[in-house]
């Protein structure tokens, strides 16, 4: 069955370190989206991608970077973890071409502890 | 831009009871989709249903019911007779087209209503 995984699950990281996530989906979706979940804000949207060599910033890019060298992967990665970046981050893939388009499935999220 | 707002931040029930979870949205374009997801305790999102902005139909799926109503900018999920399992998070989120993004839309998430439904 198609799916989208996240890895690590759980990461505990040292303030100032380089840490990446990684997202696949086996949809063959076209867009791909990075979220962070903080208690009281829901998910806030970090980057984003409709495509191969395509990447946007989203509400809440700040220290943060993705790349888009194919259409399965979109990692996301923290140039320098800082405690404020603790959260959960989840994320998620659509199709445009779908019909109705664009209704977001997620992955099972990753649990990110910055000391 | 867009907002969505859920003002129940927690609901407590007790089994069996309805309850209604308030959307209530934001937004200048005319042409929107509006998502409910739910956020069991292992922590997934699962989607729930998909609404645009040109049908108000309510719609209902065994327990779950849903009411837009596009004068008052209201999305509200009813779930009839709760059950434990119910008990989770549950997002209302929005997506518009974004001009820049051709046909590709984005989520706005309200910060979600923590449901427990007590046996």
């Known amino acids: 069955d198609a799916e989208i995984t996240q890895s690590p699950r759980h990461k505990i990281t040292e303030t100032g370190r380089q840490v990446t996530l990684a997202c696949h989906q086996t949809?063959?979706?076209?867009?791909m989206f990075w979220y962070r979940q903080d208690l009281g804000h829901g998910l806030r949207l970090i980057h984003y991608s409709y495509g191969v060599q395509d990447t946007n910033k989203g509400e809440v890019s700040d220290g943060y970077s993705v790349s888009r060298s194919n259409t399965e992967d979109l990692p996301l990665t923290l140039e320098s973890a800082a405690s404020s970046q603790t959260s959960v981050y989840f994320c998620?893939?659509?199709?445009?071409?779908?019909?109705?388009?664009?209704?977001?499935?997620f992955g099972p999220g990753t649990r990110l502890t910055v000391l | 831009a867009q907002k969505v707002t859920q003002a129940q931040t927690e609901i407590s029930v007790v089994e069996k009871e309805d309850v209604t979870l308030d959307c209530v949205y934001e937004t200048r374009d005319t042409t929107y989709y509006l998502f409910w997801y739910k956020q069991p305790p292992s922590g997934e999102l699962v989607f729930l249903i998909r609404?645009?902005?040109?049908?108000?139909q309510n719609e209902i799926s065994g327990r779950y019911s849903w009411n837009f109503q596009k004068s008052t900018s209201s999305f509200n999920f009813t779930i009839t007779a709760s059950q434990v399992v119910d008990s989770a998070v549950y997002f209302c989120a929005l997506s518009v087209t974004y001009r820049s993004s051709g046909s590709a839309r984005q989520l706005t998430f309200g910060s979600g209503t923590q449901l427990t439904v007590l046996p």
């Open positions: 949809w063959n979706h076209n867009n």
């Open positions: 998620a893939s659509s199709e445009s071409r779908s019909i109705p388009p664009d209704t977001q499935y």
């Open positions: 609404r645009n902005s040109f049908d108000e």
